[in-house]
């Protein structure tokens, strides 16, 4: 399938060098698409600036800063119409030595901001609760993490839960939450980050329910 990712840090690379390994075509977005090929290591995938990369897939992943993906995606509305965004970012205020100190959208959460802002467009939140290492290899962690899904639209909910299928993780990991409202708890999970980095180091780690 075609999926379009926007924005190639940690987690835009990762998703794509793992997507492209299972056969679907990339497309990356970039600010600067030139830049963004030089830089690139990993499989072949194309690179496009944001807007061509949201026209170019069905399938378009958010993995840009979560401050900045309101304005960023609202841009792209009519590109984003009638298609399924993955929102995997999370919003924050960030505090002087630039962790996250608080929720940009409190009473809210991005990915209802996103679902309001682009209403022909099926926003699915998740894999925003773990480290981007885990995202692709969920098998990593000695416990099993839970992947959560919010989003409006059951189809879209499920066509989200196959790809994270071919991520690697088993069905039975993954926790559909309903309605995009639920993201709002899955993103305040972003607020016990800073800490966990700080009791137990940079290591890798997942949001899970144990029962
Ligand atoms: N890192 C994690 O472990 C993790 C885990 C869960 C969720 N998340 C969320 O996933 C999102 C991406 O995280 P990340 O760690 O990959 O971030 P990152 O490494 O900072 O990468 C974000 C990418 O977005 C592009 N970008 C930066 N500023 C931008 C702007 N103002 N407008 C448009 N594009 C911009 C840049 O790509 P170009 O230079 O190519 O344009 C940049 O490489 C964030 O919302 C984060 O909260 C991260």
Redesign the pocket.
């Known amino acids: 399938m075609n999926i379009s990712i926007?924005?190639?840090?940690?987690?835009?690379?990762t998703l794509a060098k793992a997507l492209a390994d299972k056969g679907h075509a990339i497309t990356l977005g970039?600010?600067?698409p030139q830049?963004?090929a030089s830089r690139w290591q990993g499989p072949a995938v194309q690179h496009a600036s944001?807007a061509d990369a949201a026209a170019a897939s069905a399938f378009v992943i958010n993995?840009?800063?979560?401050e900045?993906?309101l304005q960023?995606l609202k841009a792209l509305e009519a590109a984003l119409q009638g298609k399924v965004l993955l929102d995997?970012?999370?919003?924050?205020v960030r505090t002087a030595d630039g962790m996250p100190g608080g929720l940009l959208y409190p009473d809210s959460s991005l990915a209802e901001q996103l679902q309001a802002a682009l209403p022909q467009t099926r926003v699915v939140k998740a894999?925003?609760?773990?480290?981007?290492?885990v995202?692709a290899a969920p098998h990593s962690l000695a416990t099993p993490p839970t992947a959560f899904l919010s989003g409006n639209d059951a189809q879209a909910r499920e066509q989200v839960k196959a790809l994270l299928g071919e991520l690697g993780w088993p069905a039975e990991w993954l926790l559909d939450l309903g309605p995009i409202e639920s993201a709002r708890a899955t993103e305040a999970f972003?607020l016990m980050v800073p800490r966990l980095i700080a009791a137990r180091g940079f290591k890798p780690f997942a949001l899970t329910v144990a029962g």
């Not at 926007?6 to 690379?13: P, S, Y």
């Not at 993995?63 to 979560?66: N, V």
């Open positions: 926007l924005g190639a840090g940690r987690v835009g690379a970039h600010r600067d830049a963004g944001l993995a840009l800063p979560g900045a993906a960023a995997v970012a999370n919003a924050t894999l925003n609760t773990m480290l981007f290492t995202m972003i």
